[in-house]
Every structure is written in C-alpha cells, then in structure tokens.
C-alpha cells in the first residue's frame, strides 16, 4: 500500500511512543501483552486510512491521530480474541497472546484493548464526537457481529453467497469504512463527502476481502507471508468455495464434499485436489469479476466526492491495489 | 436498599424493555446470552444510584437512561468475563454465560456487551459527553486493572493490607463513584459537587465490598443468597483474612496456614477453623471499625455538597446501609 506510505509511516511513529507509554503502564501483567499484541505489527492500513480522509478536507491532520489509534487498536484487540476463540497459535509469525501469556491474561488484556480505543476515541475531543462515538461502536458490534456469523458459518453446511458477503461485510469492511468516515468527520467534511467515503470503504473492504481469500489460495506464500490454502484445510466457507460448490459438476462435488468430510489428511494433496476443482469450475476468474464490480463501485462513490481530482489519486490507486495486491 | 427503591424500580422497568429488544437482535448467538445475562437480576445499584445522583441536581432524570443502562451493561460484562476466568460454574443461582452457552459464546458475548455500554453512552448525547467518556472508560480501564491485581493476588503469598484496598478501590469501588459522579455531570452540576459525589462514592464502595467479604464469613446464607465461607475455601486474600494473618499468635499462624496449603479439605471444616482464628484475633469488630472510618469520610464528603440537607437524606442512608446491610 505504498500509496499511503506517508500517513502509515507519520502514524506508526506517533503510535510507537503511544505503545511504550502502555506497556510501561502498571499492573504490567495487564498491559504488557496489549503493548506485545500492537508492537508485533500488520499493515496499519485503517489508521492511514483514517488520516488520509482527513487530509481531504483539511490541511492538518493531526487532530485525527487519537482517533486512527483508536480504530487500530480497536482492530488488534478483534484479531486478540478471534485468536482465541479459533485457538490460534500463531499471527504474523509470532506467538499469539494466549499461547505467549495465558488465556485468563488474553481475555482480560483483550477487554482493557477494547476499553483502550473508546478512551483514545474520546481523546480526540472533536465537535462530532457523539456521531463519532455512535458510529464506532455501532461499527465495533458490527465486527462482532460479523465474527459471530463466521463461527456460526464452521457448522452450517448450507451458507449462501449473499451469507457470505454480508458476513465479511461486517467483519472487515465497516471497520475500513467507518475509518474513513470518521476521518472526514473529525476534518469537518460535509456530510455527503463522509457518507460517500463510507460507501468507497465498503466496497474497497469487500474487494479487499475477496483477495485475501483468493491470495490463501493461489497466492505466494513468499510474498503473501501466509502458508497456501490455510482456508482449505480449515473448510473456510470462502467465496470459492461456496461458488465451486454451486458450479461443480457431479464429480468434482464428490471430490469436494469427500476432502471436507475428512478428518486426517495430507495438507498438501487437500489443497492440491480443491485447487484442482477451483480450476476446473473457474472460480478465481469470477472471483476477480466479483472483485472489479466493488473496485468499479468504491470509485463511483469516490468519483461523486466534493474534493478535487488531484486529491482522489491515492484511493483511486487504492481501490485498485486491494484487488491487485500479492500481500 | 430500600431508600433507592423508587430509582430502582424506575431503572428495571425501562431497562427489561431494552433488554427484550437486544434479546430480538440479530445474530441470536450473539444476542441472546447478553440478554440471559441483564435478566437474571442483580441489585442494580450503580443505576439506581446514577439516576439518584442527577435527580439531586435536575428535576428529570430521563436524560440520565442511557448512561445509567451503559453503566449496567458494562458492570454485566465484568461479571460475565470473570467468571470466564475464575471458571465459576454458578452466578446468582443459574449457570453461568459460559456454562449455558459456551467459553466462546461467552468472550465474544462478553465483548459485545462491552461495545454495548459504550454505544448507550453516546445516546445520552450530553453537552459534557467527552468528560463523560473520559471519565467511563477511565474507570472502566480501572476495572480491569483491579481484576488483574485480584487475580496476580492468588499466587502471591505476600499480599499487603494496602494492596488489598488499593484492589477492590479499582475492582469495586471506582464504578460506584462514577456512576454517582456521571449522574451529576448530565445533571449539568457544578464540578466541585460532582467531585465530591464521586469522592462519597470510593467511600461507600470501599465500605459496601469490606462488608461484602464481611458477610461472606459472618453473614446469614438465607439473607445474603451466597453459601457462607466461599472466600474462605477459595483463600481469597480478604481483610479479615490479611489482618487475622497480621494479628495470629504462632499458634493460630501456623492453623491459617496448614488449611490455607490444604488442596483437599471438608469445607465445613475449614471454615469452623478459619472462622475461629478470625474470633480470636478480632479482625471481625475491626473489619466493622475500618467501615466506620470509611462511611464518615463518605458522610463527610456529603455534607460538603451544596444542596439542601433534605435532598441528601438518600445518600446518608446509604452510607450507613452499605454498611449495616446483611444481603
């Protein structure tokens, strides 16, 4: 996301002090995992998000800085409980909080993270805060909203489609949208521009989404940083999936529905054998034509927004590179 | 708590119709075990003292709700993610979140929950909501930090008596104070009255949970609604049982200390044992004495409010109830 390169690099400095301030906050058992679970990095693409929006409507963007780590420690406390709850032992190549301390420690931890983005929220003393404060956490039950349906997902042998899109609606592109929505609103933007760079976030997050998934799958585990076909493995009801199985001819369901129903099996001929009817049914192909539709919708919203051209390159360029991206 | 009754009952009957309403959300899974969770009751003081708090300063306290069932949901939500921790089975005579539902319903329940508290303080839409905010998520942060002390206290052999106050300060007694403190901030009173509320409120709430471990030993089960001697068999470091530590001749050191390094025991016999140890070295008529302490400071804090002597009949009550009360 060098497009944003700027604001991600203004905001991991100012965030770095913000994180050695937390972790030299007693009790330390508390919160030297939350300054573990923020120092151990991601893309930090919602704050610079957030920081970007606000650099459309005015010239400073530093009254928006509380609000950006607000939302990115927001993030990281979903990832520190979903991590949990997925008993997950690994993120980013490091040990998660619950395997490096304990659960007891995570869970607790996890509460301050969350408690932590309202206080940095309410930090930002901005004339909008009500609004802020209602569309964050509005957006913050959504994301749990979202995760609720993605558990719920692991034991529904009928998820749909539409399911499927209002799942990773909630679950990751709110957050991306209300990022940027809330950007705006602590730079005094006029309420349409707001709502049409909620609109651009949505969509923009959906594509986003959707590459992820498609990365898991036919991405480079070198450049990606993540193992190839961990979904697979894990019967993730994913877009392909669910569309292979719509499209899949007699055996190629057979041979689906045989690997989903195993319990042990060689990791690498699971993936290889769904790969194969991926490619047989041409879901990633549609996956990308699913993709260019949000793309085309994120920036008609952006196109609509009352700031000058000049200034819509960065999300334009963005909106393209969520679907282009290796990593 | 009969001198609260009115706000009590007024609380209750608007919050059973949001309660109903979040019962109907959408997911379910989500939805429900919050509900289960704000229905099986409680004494609902912290609203009933919030609604108290603003009525001394305005002549409506509907302004008051949201705040008030923000404060609710949040201490709901310490009590459904500790009893994660604490791996208690029971609450109030029914199974806990995580018994009913599962450990996973319950985290995410639980976090929802949390966001749920945030998102009813920005209803109240207050001309002072970025204090209020502040304010709520300082003391909600202090929650936390006290339900880590309590825990980093059970493998601690060398827990002092300062520590000890320092932890039900933050665990129990800031949630007090705030709610009483927030109550008179929508009320639109004056700082320097506000203070002094949330400065009762400590007080009281240092008093409430010393009698609280109080009753737990010397209360009357069918009064108090808990078995008698819970903290005992759990070694929980109590005043009575720091103080009985202090006070102990050799011969009752070395009886606290044989049952305290029991992993297998009779209750009852436990119980009779420490309970004895406590009557010989008093720590019951000093428990008693350090309440007083703490109720006059509250009283003292009272009296310096600027309303009328009528209008703090309420509070004085309380103070003395919080202290003399058996369930």
Redo the contacts between chains.
């Keep these: 996301m060098n497009n944003l390169y700027s604001h991600i690099l203004g905001f991991e400095n100012a965030f770095r002090i913000e994180i050695e301030k937390i972790k030299q906050t007693?009790?330390f058992?508390?919160y030297e995992p939350i300054a573990y679970s923020l120092s151990i990095g991601g893309k930090r693409l919602r704050p610079a998000l957030m920081l970007h929006a606000a650099s459309l409507f005015s010239e400073s963007t530093t009254q928006v800085l509380p609000a950006a780590m607000a939302i990115e420690i927001f993030h990281n406390f979903t990832l520190l409980?979903d991590d949990?709850?997925d008993k997950a032992d690994v993120r980013r190549g490091l040990p998660t909080v619950h395997k490096k301390y304990s659960e007891?420690a995570a869970?607790?931890s996890?509460?301050?993270m969350?408690?932590?983005a309202?206080?940095y929220?309410?930090?930002g003393?901005s004339v909008s805060?009500?609004e802020i404060?209602?569309l964050?956490?509005?957006t913050?039950?959504e994301v749990?909203?979202g995760?609720?349906?993605d558990?719920?997902f692991e034991s529904l042998s009928n998820v749909t489609i539409v399911e499927y899109m209002e799942m990773i609606r909630l679950k990751t592109a709110v957050l991306i949208a209300s990022s940027l929505k809330i950007g705006a609103l602590v730079s005094n933007a006029p309420h349409a521009d707001a709502n049409l760079l909620y609109e651009y976030g949505i969509n923009v997050g959906l594509a986003f989404q959707l590459q992820d998934d498609w990365l898991d799958v036919f991405g480079d585990p070198a450049i990606f940083g993540k193992k190839q076909g961990g979904d697979i493995c894990a019967n993730k009801k994913t877009y392909l999936l669910l569309r292979a199985i719509e499209k899949a001819d007699h055996t190629s369901l057979t041979i689906l529905n045989e690997w989903i129903q195993k319990t042990e099996f060689d990791a690498n001929e699971k993936i290889a054998a769904i790969k194969g009817v991926y490619e047989q049914t041409k879901v990633s192909e549609e996956t990308h034509r699913l993709m260019v539709i949000y793309q085309n919708k994120a920036l008609a919203a952006l196109d609509k927004i009352n700031v000058s051209e000049e200034k819509k390159q960065i999300l334009q360029a963005f909106a393209i590179e969520a679907t282009e991206r290796m990593k």
Excluded: Y
Aim: include cysteine; aromatic fraction near 6%; charge should be negative.
């Design positions: 007693k009790p058992q508390l409980h949990i709850m007891n869970i607790l996890g509460d301050a969350s408690i932590l309202f206080k929220l309410a930090q003393n805060l009500a404060l209602n964050f956490s509005d913050a039950l749990c909203d995760q609720q349906m558990m719920d």
